[in-house]
DNA sequence: CGTCTATTTGAATGTACTCAAAAGCGGTGG
DNA sequence: CCACCGCTTTTGAGTACATTCAAATAGACG
């Protein structure tokens, strides 16, 4: 059931036969169906996920009621409100599955027993944190200095798999453009290169 | 001279006598004069830099020779190219000092050191960089969702004393917007406020 | 005081947006 | 299996926000 995340765990820490079972008791799983939130801006986020299958996203809705996608989350990667998670504060943010999606969850005390049974699990959570910190610094300076087209093809090469997995117009609320825009730009490219 | 670096991590961590030795053991000290660089894109960031005094800022620098801020670092708060340190690769980035600065510094071998003898250390790091991350996340948003002006707003209201610290037209640079745009800006605010 | 850099202002341009509508696509039920 | 409905994508026209380029003014520093 959790191979993908004991295997994710231990390419960064060593765990003995003992801690992985440790880690894996206090995991719980979860469905969801298309659509269906995971988190709700307002209420507090409960859970870390790890996905095991499927693909989500995470996003903003500004005043005016438009939706801006922060991050879409695939297999192996983790989802949830890390500050609502760790402050206990209703979170700003929606998480919703655009596909079927299941998910490993760790809650809060958890967690801190976790930590506080098998210390390795803040290097282990320091690594994730660290790496998420560095690509959104990347996407920070790509969307204050780089015009649509560019942070669009960015995106092209860096995820060519979740290009075909999502609707144009989440990529569109990704990349800080309209649908509109997105779609010129994507027909400016091909009569530009074939 | 290293009190403020302490203190900064026994708000997170607690450490007794020995640890605290022992950490500070490992710190080097270092000044700069306005201008200097801490670390330029092209070489590996040896260091993590604790600002004890003075203000830097990480910037990268297009293919055009543009800059765009990343982040500015003024006392207690740490810089650095996280990746290019950890990874010992090249940094895309260039850190230089705004001012005159002193920095409280440690090297990737010390760090090591640091979490195998005080583990409690990883958690320290983990909570700084946690912190890092939804602050970049939520200026991810901001720079894909609002306009100009709004950002200006917000970075006004939450960073107050730095406008007061930092040339126009770096903030301008960090705002991801150009000097010309900046200056129109808050005419038209001083304009319609008072 | 003079030089260098930062800020302001103006005019023209461009990129992306809004609003509106048509075309395409996918799923559902008759 | 086809027809219809809803949603996504495309296309067009007009507009707005921010940029570029150029020049003037203001400020900082030696």
């Keep these: 059931m959790y191979e993908s995340l004991l295997q994710h765990v231990s390419r960064r820490i060593r765990l003995d036969k003992a801690e992985e079972d440790f880690f894996i008791s206090v995991i719980k799983h979860q469905k969801l169906r298309k659509k269906q ?9 409960k859970y870390s996920g790890y996905v ?87 996407r920070v300076v790509s969307a204050i200095s780089k015009p649509a087209e560019e942070r669009y093809l960015e995106f092209h090469k860096r995820y060519p798999t979740l290009e075909q997995r999502i609707p144009q117009h989440q990529i569109a609320s990704y990349l800080g453009i309209t649908p509109e ?11 530009r290169k074939p």
Tied chains: 1, 2.
């Design 52 to 138: 095991l299958k499927g693909c989500l996203r995470t996003y903003e809705v500004d005043k005016d009621g438009n939706e801006h996608i922060l991050q879409f989350s695939i297999e192996d990667w983790w989802v949830g409100d890390l500050y609502s998670f760790f402050t206990g504060t209703p979170s700003r943010y929606f998480v919703d599955a655009l596909e079927p999606t299941e998910l490993a969850l760790i809650d809060l005390a958890s967690q801190e027993l976790l930590y506080e049974k098998v210390p390795k699990f803040e290097r282990y959570f320091r690594l994730l944190v660290q790496n998420a910190f560095v690509a959104s610094q990347r």
């Design 37 to 45: 939130f995971f988190t709700q801006a307002g209420e507090v986020c």
């Design 181 to 191: 825009s997105l779609s010129r730009i994507r027909k400016q490219l091909s009569n």
